[in-house]
């Protein structure tokens, strides 16, 4: 069963929910240990005190902030929750708005809300609230010693509270070499146009996408501890270099034809579809 990182109360005007916040995405990398090439021993990490030289347990580690050159302020973890114990303690809503109003950039890392029994009417009252009126709220939490941005989504049945980045985070593109408004030829748009729609789903499904690099490194990993012969290793295959715009847009077409017809997907316009809940980004 998943265990709660963080328990508190969603404000929402005068009305506390009580709730509990669980973990929403998890990774899916491989873990590889550090050995020595020698003689596959372990590589260990130990944490040396710089003063005596010795190596320190994790129960003799405390927190220090440097206000002076090697000189330091240490602090607890009740210091921090006495800075403010009501910010560490609740996810206080500031704002509404509509979703598409907040660029993506800011988004970072979703997480569940469980409401207690208590606050199940009232929970249930703030998702149906949000997914009608199609707009998220805007909120401040303090999740272990850090305080955040955060939005609260309807998505289905559970409120997610996605973190988010502060303005000063989000590093501005403007000094990137990027192309200006250039007024580009109708047929060259309208060539566009008809990948973009052949390529264009009704619904997104992840299900249909899996990591094959990972799933890739696996059989090799298997294959290697089996004893076998690794395949040859591939190459990507080359790109050719963009003479004709147009000409590499018909057969980029010509191509997502084929797939979908592959797939057994018409190449029927879909209906739009009818606006619905606010989901998660």
């Not at 990774?27 to 590589?43: C, P, Q, V, W, Y």
């Not at 009740?78 to 509404?96: G, M």
């Not at 990993?221 to 290793?233: N, Q, T, V, W, Y």
Request: net charge neutral.
């Amino acid at each position: 069963m998943a265990h709660a990182i963080w328990s508190g109360a969603i404000n929402f005007g005068l009305v506390t929910i009580p709730v509990k916040l669980f973990t929403a995405v998890k990774t899916d990398e491989l873990s590889f240990n550090m050995l020595h090439a020698k003689d596959e021993g372990r590589i260990k990490y130990e944490r040396i005190c710089s003063v005596d030289g010795k190596p320190v347990p994790w129960d003799e580690i405390v927190k220090g902030y440097e206000y002076e050159k090697d000189h330091y302020v240490i602090l607890t973890d009740d210091d921090f929750k006495k800075v403010n114990p009501e910010a560490t303690q609740s996810v206080d809503i500031l704002e509404f708005v509509e979703l598409d109003r907040i660029n993506p950039m800011y988004f970072d890392k979703p997480y569940y809300l469980e409401p207690s029994k208590q606050g199940r009417h009232a929970y249930a009252l703030l998702r149906e609230s949000l997914a009608r009126a199609n707009k998220v709220a805007v909120a401040r939490v303090v999740i272990r010693t850090k305080e955040y941005l955060a939005a609260v989504k309807p998505l289905g049945d559970v409120l997610v509270l996605e973190l988010m980045h502060w303005a000063n985070e989000i590093v501005s593109p403007d000094d990137l070499a990027l192309p200006g408004q250039e007024t580009l030829p109708d047929a060259e748009m309208s060539m566009a146009k008809m990948l973009i729609d052949s390529m264009s789903v009704e619904t997104f499904d992840p299900q249909q996408f899996t990591n094959r690099y990972r799933d890739e490194v696996l059989a090799m990993i298997d294959a290697r501890a089996a004893g076998k012969e690794l395949p040859k290793a591939k190459k990507a295959p080359a790109r050719a270099k963009v003479v004709n715009l147009m000409d590499v847009l018909a057969q980029s077409l010509e191509e997502s034809k084929k797939r979908r017809a592959t797939r057994g997907v018409s190449d029927e316009k879909p209906a739009p579809a009818k606006r619905g809940k606010t989901s998660a980004a």
